[in-house]
């Protein structure tokens, strides 16, 4: 089982971005999803999770960015509106998938995108 990540890249403030995570192998299915981030010299802090159609934010990012999921896909999706410079960050997605070897869930965590949000 493993987590891909794609849509990080440059842009200015103000503008929008959108950050997608498959999910792949041996996936029996995927429970809850979630966005992280971690900027340089500070913590992984959560971004936004999403279990079935149940959705939470951090204050920071309330009303500019949208988590949704395609269950059919395993993935899930980051809108993210006005950007601004402090969301700059590494951008990890996390899942809890029960494998099609395993009678429990387990946690697996993306590799990173970068977002860089100019001023």
């Known amino acids: 089982v493993q987590l891909q990540a794609s849509g990080g890249g440059l842009v200015q403030a103000g503008g929008s971005l959108r950050l997608a995570c498959t999910a792949s192998?041996?996936?029996?299915?995927?429970?809850?999803m979630a966005w992280y981030r971690q900027a340089p010299g500070k913590k992984r802090t959560l971004v936004a999770d999403?279990?079935?159609?149940?959705?939470d934010y951090a204050d920071s990012v309330k009303g500019r960015f949208t988590i949704s999921r395609n269950d059919a896909l395993d993935t899930v999706y980051l809108q993210m509106n006005s950007l601004k410079p402090e969301d700059t960050a590494i951008y990890y997605c996390?899942?809890?998938?029960?494998?099609?070897?395993?009678?429990?869930?387990?946690?697996?965590w993306g590799p990173g995108t970068q977002v860089t949000v100019s001023s």
């Open positions: 996390y899942a809890d998938i029960r494998p099609e070897y395993s009678d429990f869930d387990e946690g697996y």
């Open positions: 192998g041996s996936v029996l299915f995927v429970n809850g």
């Open positions: 999403i279990r079935g159609s149940t959705t």
